[in-house]
């Protein structure tokens, strides 16, 4: 599948959020239906026979594309929040970014 329509989408934010940091704006694909679905029909054909129980994807864009692909293939659906957010039993992950660290649970 041709993915350069969903390349040339994305917008490159020079700065953001601090100087140095090249931010990847994919709000250009999530607003236009054709694209939104090509790259969910991407995903899932490149996982369909993967034997993938769950999809774990983490806030906010993982969400995006993480729930539609979870329901394409018919399984579950596992979110990963920064610490904090979720309410019940959780694992803790800490890594580093361009700007600093981060922990998702």
Do not use: W
């Not at 040339?8 to 999530?30: E, M, N, Q, V």
């Not at 029909?41 to 983490?58: Q, T, Y």
């Not at 993480?66 to 018919?74: F, H, I, P, S």
């Not at 904090?84 to 970014?97: N, R, V």
Request: proline residues 8%.
């Amino acid at each position: 599948m041709n993915t350069d329509p969903l390349k040339a989408a994305i917008r490159d934010i020079p700065d953001f959020p601090k100087p140095g940091i090249i931010f990847k704006d994919i709000t250009p694909i999530l607003a236009d239906p054709g694209l939104f679905r090509q790259a969910i029909d991407i995903f899932v054909e490149r996982n369909r026979s993967a034997g993938i129980a769950k999809i774990a994807a983490v806030d906010a864009r993982g969400f995006i594309f993480g729930g539609a692909v979870a329901d394409r293939l018919g399984i579950g659906f596992v979110p990963i929040r920064k610490k904090g957010k979720l309410p019940h039993k959780t694992i803790e992950a800490t890594y580093d970014l361009e700007y600093g660290t981060a922990t998702v649970e």
